[in-house]
């Protein structure tokens, strides 16, 4: 837009000016800025406001990056704004106003970084924002006359001409008579507007050009002075001295090719590339709340979703797999209040039937002991009070048999604290391990009950760790079948799931690794009766596996970074289903139930986008496209708690469960509750398609309607570094994410019976429902407390609004909605 362009890193190389506003925002390190009555040295997310044609020096340091907007001379003509002075470092009593400045820049820069004419007018309204505040606050009080003057193209004019011309012979009273000046009236304007003498100006623009040639060529002192417009070396090197505090020669030998020449004016550049966008999040962060607070503001779709259906319609009764299970992470973490309290709530309100963990043999579950000469023994009190913590809460449990105990652990590999990735190998500790299975079944069965352990679920460890290379295919599948054939053992008609593969490394490497296991079970009659399979919608071609695999424990391995980046591909999920139905179905295997038994949308468990409103769409978006095609997805976790990690970063350091560690709901929680109540009306698909559902009872006097609006990640600006504690409460993170703009539904339902109708809208944004928002907006507070925890619990659920309808004997129903970015919609109406 060519009222404000930015520029990112502005040079600092030479003395400088120009004809618009600049301000200069310092995005990390420190720089130094001197100009005509100040220096000052700024630092991260200090600015200052430049004048036009305000001379100025500034000195970097190393790893400084910096941002400068410039106004256009234009813009100051209508806004009559006059010489403003305005620096943060300087007025720290003007909070509240160096805080909307920096608000009005930020959302300035995100509308050029992705600008439409349709925005023109918000940008301008932000811009004349920023400059009501500059006049108001911090104008210079005088003759008010405006900066932008009658004169300005003149005394443009007499800065070019010296950018061109400093190296001749030169005086005021020529470049007066140029530009039809008397010296007298030229001298006083040049003071005024650049706050520098014209001599003291020509001179500054000679010794920075012998400053360069110093640094880049290899011409005598003498010559140079003399091609700079001195008269003499002596003149130029007592300047020199005086400006640089160093001889010429002195400055030669330590400058020496780090100087850069750059044009005298500069030439902002709209282009800001990835690195500075990622660079900008201090200034970005200010737009967070603003943006937040005015969706509308943003860019629209120029195509609205027209959904124009009849109620006649039925494509086939809607089958949900959402709440089939939930992964709670280790089986000793059920013994948490909080984690007891959440699933008690997520039962209630969700309705699980299976609760899925790992680490049920770990050693800290103490199960396996050996006496002095290593003949097993076994322990199962702890396992038991697990067990009925499950049943206590009306769930049934997903039996991993997994991870190996220390004793039989081939390699003692040991990631996550206690436990063994590694499987059994050895003759020796395969015999203890089918012991060991055959044990714990036993017990279970005695302790229990054959009724009620026969509805369980049950599985050996996760075949992933082939692809990981922590141990073999065939190490797994002698593992594998010995675990099958302990449950089979003892409860022959045992749900039994396999192979907990990484639909992601299917993609990438190929389905050998699967129709290899396939091959095997039918060989040895040791087939599961279900496929579980795990995606996190990973792009696994550019890292090392044995990294991804050690850093995903990041308190293990103190790997701070992303393990695996998250693809580029929005409907990966759809995409390795149908990868792996494609095989099931070529060894005849097609009527077997297909699971999605771990599922998110990043393995790594501090993204700061899984505490986002993100989730709610990303939840939305891949249970209703996919829930034909599978039958469970379970989404990994339920909360951050669910992994052995020292908890050292903030409540929102970006862990994928549904709560935070302390058991408040984040978004993609009411996603699936919304599911849930969708569920809960058993009714027929009337219309679906890209952002939308559309379901209605028999009789059609219930219409349920889903409406989401689904951003992927951004693979350019998405973060995919650590960040630390202080970046997780004030970087926006929703600039990892594509900027759509607000999507807009219409919809046209007819041959609905006519009637008085109420409809409840229910909606999930960053206003409502939006835990880690609302925290946001409250200053990112440290919780202290139960009462602190449960106001942001209470306050930061999803928004319910009411409206009477009344449907003629047309029977038909038009309305329009528009939805913000990542926001969620489910919209419920019944007839009275």
């Known amino acids: ?136 606050q911090f104008e210079i009080s005088g003759d008010g006359s405006p900066l932008v003057y009658k ?32 010296k007298s009236h030229l001298s006083r304007e040049f003071q005024k507007y650049m706050g520098i003498s014209f001599s003291d100006y020509l001179r ?127 089986a000793d973490s059920l013994l948490n209040s909080t984690l007891q309290e959440v699933i008690m709530r997520t039962n209630k309100e969700v309705g699980f039937r299976y609760i899925r963990f790992h680490g049920i043999l770990d050693d800290s579950m103490d199960v396996y002991h050996e006496y002095a000469d290593g003949r097993p023994w076994f322990s199962f009190t702890y396992l038991d009070m697990v067990m009925d913590e499950i049943l206590d809460l009306g769930l049934k449990p997903f039996f991993e048999f997994g991870y190996t105990p220390y004793k039989l652990a081939s390699g003692n590999k040991n990631v996550f604290g206690t436990s063994c990735i590694n499987v059994p190998n ?126 995903i424990s990041v308190n293990e391995s103190g790997m701070a970074d992303e393990p695996a980046s998250v693809s580029s591909d929005p409907d990966i999920l759809k995409h390795e289903i149908a990868l792996c139905k494609e095989v099931l179905k070529k060894y005849g295997l097609k009527a077997v139930p297909l699971y999605v038994t771990e599922w998110n949308s990043t393995i790594w468990q501090n993204d700061p986008g899984n505490d986002t409103c993100f989730k709610a769409a990303f939840i939305m978006k891949n249970v209703l496209e996919n829930c034909g095609d599978i039958s469970g997805i379970a989404y990994t976790h339920l909360t951050d708690h669910s992994e052995r990690r020292v908890i050292h970063s903030s409540l929102y350091h970006g862990g994928y469960g549904m709560f935070t560690y302390n058991g408040i709901a984040k978004a993609g929680y009411y996603a699936s509750q919304f599911l849930s109540m969708l569920a809960q009306e058993k009714g027929v698909v009337v219309e679906n398609g890209e952002g939308y559902l559309i379901t209605r009872s028999q009789d059609c006097k ?40 607000t999507k807009s539904f219409h919809l046209h339902l007819e041959n609905m019976p006519e009637g008085t109708y109420l409809k409840r809208s229910f909606s999930i944004s960053r206003e409502h429902g939006s835990s880690y928002d609302l925290w946001m907006s409250q200053g990112a507070p440290d919780l202290r407390g139960k009462q602190q925890i449960n106001y942001l619990s209470n306050v930061s659920t999803f928004h319910i609004y009411y409206e009477p309808l009344y449907i003629t004997q047309e029977g038909e129903w038009i309305a329009s909605t528009v939805l913000d970015e990542h926001e969620v919609r489910l919209i419920l109406i019944e007839k009275k």
């Open 702 to 741: 219930r219409i349920q309607i889903v409406l989401y609006h689904y951003c992927h990640y951004d693979m350019e600006n998405r973060i995919s570094h650590g960040i630390s504690v202080e970046e997780q409460r004030t970087v926006d993170r929703y600039y990892g994410f594509e900027r759509k703009g």
């Open 426 to 551: 050895t003759p020796e500790n395969l015999a203890k391990w089918e012991l060991l299975a055959d044990s714990v079944m036993k017990h279970l069965l005695e302790r229990f009950g054959y009724e009620e352990v026969r509805q369980w679920r049950f599985s050996a460890i996760n075949g992933v760790y082939i692809s990981y290379g922590v141990f073999s295919a065939k190490e797994y599948l002698a593992c594998y079948e010995r675990t099958y054939r302990s449950v089979r053992r003892f409860l022959p008609e045992a749900q039994f799931f396999g192979f907990g593969l990484d639909t992601g490394f299917l993609s990438l490497d190929g389905t050998e690794l699967l129709e290899r296991l396939l091959d095997h079970c039918i060989r040895q009659d040791c087939m599961p009766d279900a496929f579980g399979f795990q995606c996190f919608g990973c792009d696994y071609s550019k890292v090392s596996r044995a990294r991804t695999e050690d850093s």
């Open 151 to 182: 004169d300005a193209d003149r005394m443009q004019e007499v800065l070019t001409y010296l950018s061109v011309h400093f190296s001749e012979s030169i005086t005021m009273k020529d470049v007066a008579e140029r530009v039809y000046l008397s």
């Open 204 to 330: 500054k623009i000679r010794l920075n050009r012998v400053a360069y040639l110093l640094a880049h060529s290899g011409e005598s002192i003498t010559d140079i002075a003399l091609s700079c417009g001195f008269s003499n070396v002596n003149t130029m090197i007592l300047n020199f001295r005086e400006e640089y505090k160093e001889t010429p020669g002195t400055y030669r030998k330590n400058r020496n090719g780090k100087f850069k020449e750059n044009s005298f004016e500069l030439k902002p550049s709209r282009e800001i590339t990835a690195f500075n966008i990622r660079t900008c999040m201090s200034l970005l962060k200010y737009a967070a709340a603003e943006e937040a607070a005015r969706p509308l503001d943003k860019k629209q779709q120029k195509k609205s979703v027209v959904i124009h259906t009849s109620l006649l319609e039925n494509r086939g009764k809607l089958s949900l797999c959402h709440n089939d299970t939930i992964n709670i992470g280790w």
């Open 1 to 136: 837009m060519e009222e404000i362009c930015f520029e990112p890193d502005c040079n600092t190389s030479i003395p400088h000016f120009h004809s618009e506003m600049e301000i200069l925002y310092v995005l990390s390190g420190r720089i130094a800025i001197i100009g005509s009555g100040y220096n000052y040295v700024l630092e991260a997310e200090d600015f200052i406001v430049l004048n036009p044609y305000e001379h100025h020096e500034l000195y970097a340091e190393a790893g400084c990056h910096t941002l400068s907007g410039y106004i256009s001379a234009d813009v100051f003509r209508q806004s009559g704004i006059g010489r403003v002075f305005c620096c943060s470092k300087s007025a720290a009593e003007r909070t509240d106003y160096l805080n909307l400045i920096r608000t009005r820049l930020a959302m300035l820069l995100k509308y050029d970084t992705n600008y439409s004419d349709s925005q023109r007018l918000y940008v301008l309204s932000q811009l004349f924002g920023l400059l009501a505040i500059l006049k108001a």
